[in-house]
């Protein structure tokens, strides 16, 4: 299965009964293993998380720990780039030039890295 099909699968477990709006994301670690995540709202917004954030923690929970490419898909007009947040917390894990796919549900892609999304990122060497 390639990356955007495990991210189109798990984007139908979704719970998105508030936004309607389904996100699936996949990753493949560096050691080859998938891992995948989508959004899950909650009554209460802001305790909702991204598809991103679950597929990152499925990782992480499973012992890997290095990104070496995302893949995040929903039924959008056009492909949905990762929220600000969820573009600090690929950075934790992946390095700058990580490709990032962004899908539609009708077909149309973009693949960018993790550079292009959080240009000039907070890092641990900013604490010197
Ligand atoms: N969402 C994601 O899961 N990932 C993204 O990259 C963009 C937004 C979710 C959060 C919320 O459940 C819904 O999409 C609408 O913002």
């Known amino acids: ?8 699968a798990v984007r139908e477990n979704a719970h998105a009964p508030y936004s309607n709006f389904k996100v699936g994301a996949a990753i493949r670690a560096a050691s080859g293993a998938v891992y995948v995540g989508c959004n899950v709202e909650n009554v209460a917004y802001p305790e909702g998380t ?6 990152i923690a499925a990782m992480i929970a499973a012992g890997d720990t ?3 490419e995302v893949a995040v898909i929903a039924d959008s007009p056009s492909p949905v780039p990762p929220c600000g947040g ?3 917390k690929l950075a934790e894990f992946g390095a700058a030039d990580v490709k990032v796919t962004m899908a539609t549900l009708a077909g149309a892609s973009e693949t960018v ?11 641990a060497g900013h604490m010197g």
Do not use: K, N, S, Y
């Open 66 to 68: 290095v990104i070496a």
């Open 86 to 88: 969820c573009r600090q």
């Open 113 to 123: 890295c993790i550079a292009d999304l959080l240009p000039g990122a907070f890092d």
């Open 50 to 55: 991204c598809a991103e954030a679950g597929a």
């Open 1 to 8: 299965m390639t990356l955007l099909a495990a991210a189109t």
